[in-house]
């Protein structure tokens, strides 16, 4: 289960490796937290240089995900892949905007076909979530380029240089906005699909 979790999570975040640097991940350790805890999975993350090199993970998952009994084999599917994709995305060693990389964590468990029902996702990671799944049917490899321009540190004026085209930029501009806002305004879905196509 992890290793095709893995295996998922690796080809949408890194398609090619000459273009697309992997994080150094040499281990990971899955196991039961010893109490529960706030969210579902937490992961050990390296928050120095030295650390990250090591490559070394710690997932730790809730036991009360595993006391919902009528849903078990899906709950802990969905907290493991969570895990997952925690430990291979970059964060920029720990500068990366929090909402942003809770939405990427959420699209990708999404693209996973987790139905999510159970899940109790905030409303700022699912709508930054939407607007990054929108942000990659528009221009394939979004998600990609996005976690690459995050391997050094979050820095607002490389990320955009990262991106070439116009309607990524714009992409990157609303994800930044609303994840500094805290919330999207009515009709930004719609406003963007109208921008992009403006762009394209």
Not at 118 to 124: A, F, G
Request: net charge negative.
């Amino acid at each position: 289960m992890a290793l095709k979790s893995s295996r998922f999570i690796e080809h949408v975040l890194y398609p090619l490796e000459e273009a697309f640097p992997r994080k150094p991940v040499r281990h990971v350790t899955i196991r039961l937290a010893d109490d529960n805890i706030t969210n579902d999975v937490i992961v050990s993350r390296c928050n120095n240089r030295a650390a990250a090199a090591n490559g070394e993970y710690l997932i730790e998952i809730s036991p009360s995900v595993m006391a919902r009994k009528d849903v078990i084999t899906e709950a802990f599917s969905l907290a493991l892949q969570r895990g997952m994709a925690f430990v291979w995305l970059w964060d920029g060693y720990g500068t990366i905007l929090q909402p942003i990389i809770d939405a990427m964590v959420q699209y990708l468990s999404v693209q996973y076909k987790f139905a999510n029902k159970d899940y109790e996702s905030n409303y700022l990671a699912s709508t930054l979530a939407g607007l990054i799944q929108l942000c990659e049917e528009r221009s394939s490899g979004f998600v990609a380029r996005l976690n690459n321009a995050v391997r050094e540190k979050w820095d607002e004026h490389t990320l955009t240089a990262a991106f070439s085209s116009p309607y990524e930029i714009m992409c990157l501009s609303r994800i930044i906005s609303v994840s500094e806002d805290g919330f999207l305004p009515n009709n930004t879905g719609f406003d963007l699909n109208w921008e992009l196509n403006q762009a394209m």
